[in-house]
């Protein structure tokens, strides 16, 4: 079709050229034409424009422009929106799109004028705010520089959790944005909960028919490869297709009197090829409790052994939830839809609240949602109400310099009493207390290119990680110590109590002794009568905070977000404003400029 369209027009080539890039384009797929164009569009643009010389253009090709393309910009935090992204882009190449795929951090806002057709994928970060890397487009889209795009056709997916106040509330910014300034959405954006990939899947088949449906057959824009893009090495381990590796170790490192349990994990990742930067976090798939999955069955008077279909597959009630279906954590859904179900008044009362449904969810495992009220429900019912299995990630505490072919997590067992029962998380359990060591467990690397350590070792690094958000920061002094890196390192650590909760307390006495970590100051909440939080330490600490971050320090956070993360927030405000002499106004903008600049990053969950 290329080839019948470039004969219709108007060309400079002589009739040598013209059969030349008649065999080129018979020999070549729709990417590869795409490719080509955009390849011999780049070379025209550096090189001077001078008369035709007809020996010279038999050397050169002229470029021809493809019939219209796709960007896909994707704002990704822990990796789950680029995945989606990058789905999209071989699902589009496919079906024969021409298609180029960005992330926001390296996609520049003006550009988008210049587009016919756009995908935004998007993950929420923190309180509703854009993940790092789409900072600056997010706040482009808003601000009186942004172009008006009525020529611009669009669609926006968003992943979030639903559990949260803010749910995908980064996709609902860039779908409002993009309509005032005049794009038309090519179908209603999707926000997606944490088990996404079948609406996903779906949503995106919707997306490119429609994009394929409104593609000019004329002259567009050609696509041009971004510059220095390459592929990066992938793993032939991932989410879908984990590792089996054995549990080494699991050994509690709080004391006999603490009120928490919480292990140092050891996997051995030996011959599996799986790599890790200190920052990554390590996807850890699990089975459900037996014992509680006998539990909920009973008390909804079920045949354990009753089929069901899942992914193509009969398997039993009791199997498919072991495996392949959420039942510890509830989620403001289920409760909803249970509520429909049931008729339950408390929890019909619970839902026209949204935020005492959101509070009641977190604290309630699905047994006891369940249990508000006695009702008949079918397994196709039940298992209707439930997301499916989703693996937890957690922070890798270990570095691979250091370990080799192990990887090492820090896990607080999640324990909470319902009543006078004692509930537990799905992971956390299976991890500490099902599973032994030796044991089988399925995993996969996270990449978390927004919490790395920075690329120059001379850099300080300040570390405020509380109770186990302590994890990464034990792979980045591993890290740096190896690599005998000159920058200082200072770590804020915060827990109950010096003698039960001090996490790696003898790791941490010798760094600090052999001036691998310049400094550390410990906030531990119950030695005293009044509670000392890591934000406190901040604030006292308020005149070095300020020097370290006019001597370049990078600033780490990773912990609670709910609450910690919020504190520590204001805390460095504070600091930034009193130190600085700043407005808050202006301490607010400096911090955002720390996070665009990526020397303020959190991992916080």
């Not at 935020?355 to 006695?374: C, F, H, N, P, W």
């Not at 120059?456 to 920061?473: H, Q």
Request: hydrophobic residues 35%; negative net charge.
């Amino acid at each position: 079709m290329l080839v019948k369209e470039l004969s219709a027009l108007a060309s400079p080539l002589n009739d040598q050229q013209m059969d030349q890039l008649k065999q080129a384009a018979a020999a070549s797929s729709p990417q590869q034409l795409a490719w080509i164009s955009g390849y011999f569009w780049g070379l025209s643009q550096t090189q001077p424009q001078t008369a035709a010389d007809p020996a010279a253009q038999n050397n050169v090709l002229a470029a021809a422009k493809p019939a219209g393309k796709l960007t896909i910009i994707y704002a990704s935090q822990t990796g789950n929106a680029k995945g989606v992204a990058e789905a999209l882009k071989e699902e589009a190449e496919a079906a024969d799109i021409a298609v180029q795929l960005f992330s926001a951090g390296d996609y520049k806002g003006k550009n988008l004028a210049k587009e016919t057709h756009v995908i935004i994928v998007a993950s929420t970060h923190g309180e509703g705010e854009a993940p790092d890397d789409a900072i600056e487009l997010h706040e482009f889209l808003q601000s009186k520089k942004a172009p008006k795009l009525p020529e611009l056709n669009y669609a926006v997916i968003g992943l979030g959790d639903s559990s949260y106040e803010f749910f995908c509330q980064t996709a609902k910014d860039f779908d409002s944005y993009l309509a005032k300034l005049g794009a038309q959405p090519m179908l209603d954006r999707l926000d997606c909960d944490v088990d996404y990939e079948a609406p996903a899947a779906e949503w995106r088949q919707k997306a490119l028919a429609k994009t394929k449906e409104t593609l000019s057959t004329g002259e567009a824009e050609v696509v041009q490869l971004p510059v220095g893009q390459k592929p990066a090495a992938v793993s032939s381990y991932n989410k879908q297709n984990p590792y089996t590796a054995s549990l080494s170790v699991s050994q509690k490192i709080t004391g006999r009197n603490s009120g928490k349990d919480v292990r140092h994990i050891e996997i051995d990742l030996e011959e599996s090829g799986l790599t890790y930067q200190p920052g990554d976090a390590l996807g850890v798939w699990y089975d459900n409790d037996p014992q509680l999955v006998d539990a909920i069955i009973a008390k909804l008077g079920l045949d354990a052994d009753s089929t069901l279909e899942v992914d193509g597959a009969s398997i039993s009630l009791r199997e498919a939830l072991i495996s392949k279906y959420e039942i510890t954590a509830s989620n403001p859904q289920f409760v909803t839809k249970y509520a429909e179900l049931s008729g339950s008044k408390k929890l019909e009362k619970l839902v026209a609240d949204r935020e005492k449904l959101r509070e009641y969810s977190a604290k309630t495992q699905i047994i006891d949602v369940l249990g508000e009220k006695k009702t008949a429900l079918t397994a196709e019912q039940l298992t209707g109400l439930l997301r499916r299995l989703t693996p937890r990630l957690y922070s890798i505490a270990s570095s691979q310099e250091e370990v080799g072919e192990e990887v090492h997590l820090t896990v607080g067992v999640v324990e909470y009493a319902q009543g006078e029962e004692q509930r537990q998380g799905g992971a956390s359990s299976f991890l500490a207390q099902r599973l032994e060591e030796g044991g089988e467990v399925k995993v996969f690397v996270e990449t978390n290119n927004n919490f790395k350590l920075p690329a120059d070792d001379n850099t300080p690094v300040i570390m405020i990680g509380p109770g186990t958000g302590i994890a990464p920061f034990r792979a980045f002094v591993q890290e740096r110590e190896n690599r005998d890196a000159e920058g200082k390192n200072w770590l804020f650590f915060g827990d109950r109590t010096f003698t039960e909760d001090f996490l790696y307390q003898v790791e941490w006495q010798k760094y600090l002794k052999d001036g691998v970590v310049t400094q550390i100051d410990v906030a531990f909440s119950r030695d005293q009568a009044e509670k000392v939080y890591v934000q406190h330490r901040i604030l006292e600490q308020a005149a070095q905070v300020w020097q370290w971050l006019q001597d370049g320090a990078h600033v780490y956070v990773c912990g609670d977000a709910n609450q910690m993360a919020k504190d520590v927030h204001q805390a460095l405000i504070t600091v930034i404003e009193q130190q600085g002499n700043k407005t808050r106004e202006q301490a607010e903008q400096y911090l955002n400029d720390l996070r665009k600049d990526k020397r303020y990053q959190r991992d916080v969950y």
